[in-house]
């Protein structure tokens, strides 16, 4: 869809907006008042081999984060990247992780910054 003309839309029952920092279109993980966190996940082409004559190109499957607040997106991989865009919550946030054992490794990383950014939303006045 067009950006300038696509606000947002809806498939399969998730949200899409418009990603600004990379373009195209992010699936929005948690909406919040003052902070939201999207996933932006794009490919890329990989490796070149040949084979018989014909020629192979591979995808590789990319997925980064943002937190958007105030109108800016960010993209955040890690915890110190979180708390590095809200310096004065630290230590609300850190203590937030350490309650709720939040791990940032890949498979669990979405559902921490989720939870982050909605605990965000609740400091944020």
């Not at 498939?11 to 990603?19: K, S, T, Y």
């Not at 279109?25 to 990989?46: I, M, N, P, W």
């Not at 004559?53 to 979180?82: D, E």
Request: contains cysteine; aromatic residues 12%.
């Amino acid at each position: 869809p067009d950006q300038k003309q696509v606000e947002w839309f809806t498939l399969d029952g998730d949200r899409f907006v418009p990603n600004v920092a990379r373009g195209g279109f992010s699936r929005q993980v948690h909406a919040g008042e003052k902070a939201s966190l999207l996933d932006h996940r794009y490919k890329t082409v990989g490796a070149r081999t040949e084979e018989m004559g014909k020629l192979y190109r591979t995808f590789n499957s990319r997925q980064q984060y943002y937190v958007m607040a105030g109108g800016v997106q960010t993209p955040v991989s890690s915890f110190a990247q979180l708390v590095g865009l809200f310096p004065e919550y630290r230590q609300d946030l850190q203590r937030y992780r350490r309650e709720h054992h939040l791990k940032f490794t890949a498979g669990q990383r979405e559902s921490s910054l989720s939870g982050c950014i909605r605990y965000l939303n609740t400091l944020i006045p």
